[in-house]
């Protein structure tokens, strides 16, 4: 499973408060203990008013590269930001993120297309998040359309089916299944990626909609979610999803994780 | 690191796809294959089934060094004398007639042949005729190795140590049994030489038995 570590956000009121404080030990920090949690990507999104954006954004991006050499998801709802930022990062990491809103894609797609950055490329567009699968697979389409027309290789490319809360929903997550199956179906090796705590809102105990939301997602053939790497419950349930899923030779990613203490309880001595 | 350290290493982690290419480098640079074979295999099995003992280590990560092993020996083969892989000597291993269970089996047979036995598995649901007759086509037969995994097969355990003790060979061989319900009571009562509780402990055992 593909980790993009969420925990440096400023939509998190206490890093929005380390970031007005320009608190670096604080993101650096928080950094640390999300590469040592394995986390696949560092996900960093300032949250702040577009014209500060990209100061912010790289101000981030320095603390977190002073720390790990792991990639980072550069995170803005701004393309004009992200296409700003993005070059700015040592290595190669993520776009987070494009949809078919607007010309989102048209701006950045061009910009990647030869480098080896990957991208997360939401199931919404001019109209909104589409109601029903079919509609968002028709999103998912357009997206692949575009992927093909700049030569993006689906490899790089990281579809979010877009997960709403549970709460409101008719039919559970049977659409996010649906949509999930027939694009891992169409493209096996494309990666499909869910902002895992979006289906808990507004929910008590939502660890526990959000473990079973992840289960079930991988099943459908999810296999990359922004998440908290450092929740040993997730991390867990993961590990051993992957070999229920028979991803996992003799289970030995589940014990080497165990090993390394990543879920496990710390020995008692 | 000296080059057979790091095939026992990689033994020890249960690294199948890296072992063939130190295996070779060692060979490369001149080390003895028998003592490549002993210093960095054996005894690093050896290691490892001491672990799982300790309960240091779980069952996965013996199979995948078992197996890690195995494609190291693959490289080695050539280079080592016909009788080299083992040294130790023929040993025939079943599952007793009636029981279907092979893992266990499987183990055992894994941590037998890492030992350095030559191993010749009969597979499950073994009657004891064929085991006799798998003895008679290797005189050569140091120890017979019989699993049953079911309270309602270990009649046929019974059985089959019978019908070996009954043999002219017998005093030449040497009988072990192991399975979830076998104890070392049950083993003395039936007439075997030894009992293990563990794939581990089999190879232990089966070693004091030569």
């Known amino acids: 499973m593909i980790i993009i570590g969420e925990k440096i956000n400023g939509s998190i009121p206490i890093v929005a408060k380390a970031i007005a404080e320009r608190d670096s030990e604080f993101i650096k920090e928080r950094a640390k203990i999300q590469a040592a949690a394995n986390a696949t990507f560092i996900d960093c999104c300032a949250s702040v008013p577009e014209a500060e954006e990209v100061e912010t954004l790289k101000w981030m991006i320095d603390c977190i590269q002073e720390v790990t050499d792991l990639p980072i998801s550069v995170d803005s709802p701004s393309p004009a930001v992200l296409a700003e930022v993005f070059s700015y990062c040592k290595r190669p990491g993520l776009i987070n993120s494009v949809s078919m809103e607007g010309d989102k894609i048209d701006k950045i797609f061009p910009l990647i297309a030869d480098t080896e950055w990957n991208v997360i490329a939401l199931c919404s567009d001019d109209t909104g998040i589409p109601k029903t699968a079919e509609d968002r697979l028709r999103v998912f389409n357009n997206i692949m359309a575009k992927a093909k027309e700049y030569g993006i290789k689906p490899s790089r490319i990281y579809i979010d089916p877009l997960v709403e809360m549970l709460c409101t929903s008719e039919d559970g997550i049977a659409m996010n299944v649906e949509v999930i199956s027939t694009v891992r179906n169409q493209y096996p090796d494309i990666h499909i990626v869910a902002a895992v705590s979006n289906i808990s809102f507004n929910l008590p105990m939502r660890k526990y909609v959000n473990l079973g939301f992840t289960v079930l997602a991988m099943n459908a053939g999810l296999d990359s979610g922004i998440l908290d790497p450092t929740n040993r419950d997730m991390l867990g349930l993961i590990y051993a999803t992957e070999a229920l899923l028979g991803q996992d030779d003799y289970c030995m990613e589940y014990i080497g994780a165990y090993r390394d203490g990543l879920f496990s309880k710390p020995e008692a001595k | ?210």
């Open chain 2, 1 to 210: 690191m000296s080059k057979i350290e790091e095939v026992a290493a990689l033994v020890e982690k249960g690294k199948a796809k890296q072992i063939g290419a130190a295996v070779q480098s060692a060979l490369d640079e001149g080390c003895d294959p028998v003592e490549i074979l002993n210093k960095g295999m054996i005894d690093a099995m050896g290691i490892v089934g001491e672990k799982f003992k300790n309960n240091e280590i779980f069952v996965p990560e013996m199979l995948v060094a078992a197996k890690a092993m195995k494609v190291g020996v693959e490289v080695l083969k050539p280079h080592l004398a016909s009788d080299a892989t083992g040294a130790l000597g023929k040993l025939i291993i079943a599952t007793v007639a009636g029981d279907l269970h092979d893992i266990g089996k499987n183990l055992v047979a894994m941590m037998l042949e890492s030992a350095g036995f030559e191993v010749i598995d009969l597979g499950v649901d073994v009657p004891a005729d064929k085991i006799i007759a798998a003895v008679n086509e290797n005189p050569d037969t140091k120890i017979v190795a019989l699993s049953a995994l079911l309270t309602t097969t270990m009649p046929a355990m019974r059985d089959t140590v019978s019908a070996l003790a009954a043999q002219d060979f017998r005093k030449d061989i040497k009988i072990m049994v192991g399975g979830a319900p076998i104890t070392q009571a049950f083993a003395d009562e039936v007439g075997a030489d030894g009992y293990s509780e563990d794939a581990a402990s089999a190879a232990t055992l089966a070693k004091s038995l030569v």
